[in-house]
């Protein structure tokens, strides 16, 4: 069975501090998904990672995605209040079933 | 594009009722997929289909829980009857190939007294 952990589940840090949310997954795939979700409202796309080495950026948020160890990273830049919220990584397997899998979640708290 | 419909947004129910869920996907998109979302047990994949085809039911809870995809544009998960561990908030989210970056509708908010 597949499984997707993250860690931390929560995280509470400072504005202008820097924080990495760690996304593992215990089958093969080269496909890894971010999302956010603000309390109460839906989830929203933030990166599609296909391919092994694959890095995206947008503002503050950098992810990767290292396949051959079953490892995706959210790096976060300089927090600001505005990213708090709950991450989440998901993942496809390789298997061709597309079952697509969430993480656990990291609920972040930026501080000012 | 609208974007994923889902309705009700909010249902509160009692009991034993029977409850339908609807989502309406994005136009194009090959894969359907339903959640449920709670504190505990966090996003749980309920049934996805593939070309309005159910592909895996496994996270189906139980029997009183059904899934349909009549056609391309429009799917129903109905819970028959309810109880009030079926709380949650229930997600569908529409999925197009290759990416298969999902989008999800806002949820509905289901509540069983």
């Known amino acids: 069975e597949l499984k997707v952990e993250q860690n931390p589940l929560f995280l509470s840090m400072q504005e202008g501090k820097n924080y990495t949310i760690y996304c593992n997954y215990s089958?093969?795939?080269?496909?890894l998904y971010w999302y956010r979700q603000d309390p109460g409202k839906s989830l929203e796309s933030l990166f599609v990672l296909l391919s092994n080495g694959a890095v995206k950026q947008e503002g503050r948020l950098m992810a990767s995605l290292d396949t051959k160890a079953r490892l995706s990273t959210l790096h976060i830049t300089a927090a600001v209040h505005d990213l708090s919220a709950t991450y989440f990584c998901?993942?496809?397997?390789?298997?061709?079933?597309?079952?697509?899998?969430f993480g656990t979640g990291t609920r972040l708290k930026v501080l000012a | 594009d609208a974007g994923v419909i889902q309705s009700p947004r909010h249902e509160v129910t009692e009991m034993g009722q029977e409850v339908t869920l609807r989502c309406k996907p994005i136009?194009?998109?090959?894969?359907l997929f339903w959640y449920r979302q709670t504190m505990m047990r966090g996003l749980e994949l309920l049934i996805y289909?593939?070309?309005?085809?159910?592909?895996?039911d496994s996270g189906m809870p139980e029997d009183r829980f059904s899934a349909k995809m009549p056609n391309a544009s429009f799917s129903t998960l109905k819970i028959q009857p309810s109880e009030p561990r079926d709380s949650a908030v229930y997600f569908c989210a529409s999925i197009p190939i290759p990416t298969y970056e999902a989008f999800f509708g806002q949820g509905t908010r289901l509540t069983v007294v």
């Open positions: 289909f593939n070309n309005n085809v159910p592909i895996d």
């Open positions: 136009s194009g998109h090959n894969s």
């Open positions: 089958t093969t795939s080269d496909r």
């Open positions: 998901a993942v496809v397997p390789s298997s061709g079933t597309y079952k697509y899998i």
